[in-house]
């Protein structure tokens, strides 16, 4: 009788992505129990530099299925479902991280503020700019390739999700990283404990406002043309074949990107210990890891913005940068108040002058002309020389 399970052909479907994700286990495992780790630590410049490009390799070839597998759930929920799903998975991972910097490492009361700025500035100036540049780059084209085409068939984001979406970030971004700065009833850059309490909600309650809106009422508003056309003509969203089910990408993008995560905080030890041994400015070992943490997110929105799905990019940058300001501040505090550790939010005066000039180019366009991303590219370099220098 020559029976056969579907468990074995279920697996062989995914064969590719259950063999990537070894490889992460494996070398996450190799990096948690085998001493290797502390090795490195230990080691001059030149090893560590070694391990960092190979750590780097698994992390990027991890990300891709990240970035993969948020895309098969996007075309299988449709939007803004999809996104969310890759936003939910990130913020959780970034909390458990600092949270745990918080409690068991050296006390830093900067840590939570210069990690959200710095998810900030590369996700809204140096991930945004490129996607704009290259929606740009692909109006051109089609311009120069069709003489029937007009200014007005530049492509363009949804202004109603963009508007939303510009709104609460600059509203939150201010609150949060500018106003303590001005705050009388505390030291400076910090909020009295009644005002922390009252931001801590604020934020909460209107990102699960948000929310609401954004999967119930208001979905259209964070849909291309294309998405909204197939809503209102009753198409359901989806497409994939049977292999790509739900539960499945689910699943896999969940692990990929826990795998992920741990292994750049690994990184993260190591490239503090490469910094010091190379007298590098200190600010470059927080960047580099914000940049680790945020590169799923960045391949999917550049995926994304190649194909000509310029709101779904947005969709995830925005919503990132979103969750990570109203979900990131009230834990932080918590925590502070638990553990009895100063929180500063407060901003420099230079990082608060870039976070305006951001705020101020990514207020919403109908149509993307590209010299709003080449300005936000101009921004992130800035932001980047100040910080390192």
Known sequence: MNSRSPLPSSVMEIRNELSTLALGAGVLALLS????????????AGLIIAGLLILGAVVVLLSQQVANQAELLAEALGEPYGTLVLTGSVIVIELALIGSTMITGEQNPTLARDSMFSV?????????????????????????????????????????GSMVFYNLISTMSVLVLIIPNFSTDSPEGEFSLPIEAVLSVVAVGVYVIFLINQMGPYRCFFMDAQER?????????????????????????????????????????????????????????????AMLILIPE????????????LQRALNTLFGSVLAT?????????????????????????????????????????????????L????????????DLV
Not at 376 to 382: E, G, R
């Open 325 to 373: 300001i109203s979900l990131t501040v009230p834990a932080v505090l918590i925590i502070g108040q638990i553990i009895g550790s100063e929180v500063v939010l407060g901003l420099e005066p230079a990082s608060m002058v870039l976070l305006a000039l951001t705020l101020f180019l990514l207020r919403p366009h109908p149509k993307v002309l590209g010299s709003e991303g």
């Open 120 to 160: 900030l500035m590369i996700a809204l100036t140096g991930i945004t700019g490129l996607c704009m540049a290259i929606t740009s780059r692909q109006s051109r084209q089609k311009l120069e390739s069709d003489e029937a085409m007009s200014e007005e068939d530049l492509s363009g984001p949804n202004m109603a």
């Open 375 to 386: 300005m936000l590219l101009v921004v992130f370099l800035f932001w980047l020389m100040l």
């Open 229 to 289: 056309a197939s809503l209102n003509s009753g198409n359901t969203p989806g497409g994939l074949n049977r292999k790509h089910r739900p539960w499945r990408a689910g699943g896999l993008l969940v692990a990929s990107l826990g795998v992920v995560v741990l292994i750049a905080e690994s990184m993260g030890q190591l490239i503090e210990r490469g910094v010091n041994e190379l007298q590098l400015p200190g600010a470059l070992a927080g960047i580099l890891v």
């Open 33 to 44: 129990f085998s001493g290797v780790l502390d090795w490195l630590l230990a080691s001059d």
């Open 298 to 309: 960045a391949l999917n929105a550049i995926q994304a913005t190649r194909r000509g799905q």
